[in-house]
Structure formats: structure tokens, C-alpha cells
């Protein structure tokens, strides 16, 4: 994603792209199409964005995450 992405990110969720990235190099490596992996991911970004994250919400996610149907068009229509 590009500085642009980032920004609005982090406007949007108020979440220090810093703490995020630390987050994601967490992650980094990891398969997250072990479910328990991405439920692990989805609560901690939750956390970090200090929300409470729906089980239907949580269960999307991982659904999008275990069949490696995240990428940078999906998080640009999550964002709008």
C-alpha cells in the first residue's frame, strides 16, 4: 500500500500507522489461512484500534483472510 493508503488509514481509525506496522511485521510470515492465526489478527488490530469487533464482523475477516481474498482494493471499500 502506498503512504497515501496510510494516511487515510490512519485518519479513519485513528490507529498510529507506526503500532500498526509494528503489528503487522508480528504477523509478517505467518499463515493466515490458520483460523485461529487470523482470529488472533483480527482481535489484536481490533484492540489496537480500541473497538470491539463483532463476531459476524470478526468472522468476515477471517474468511477474507484464510482464502487470501485481502488486498489493497478490499481495504480501499472497507475504508469508505
Known sequence: MNEDMFKK???KTGVDINRAAKLASAYNG?????ERTARQLVKQVGK??????PKETEDMIVNMLMNNKVNESAVKRMLK
Open 9 to 11: 488509514v490512519e485518519k
Open 30 to 34: 505467518k499463515n493466515l489461512q490458520d
Open 48 to 53: 489496537l484500534a480500541g473497538k470491539r469487533v
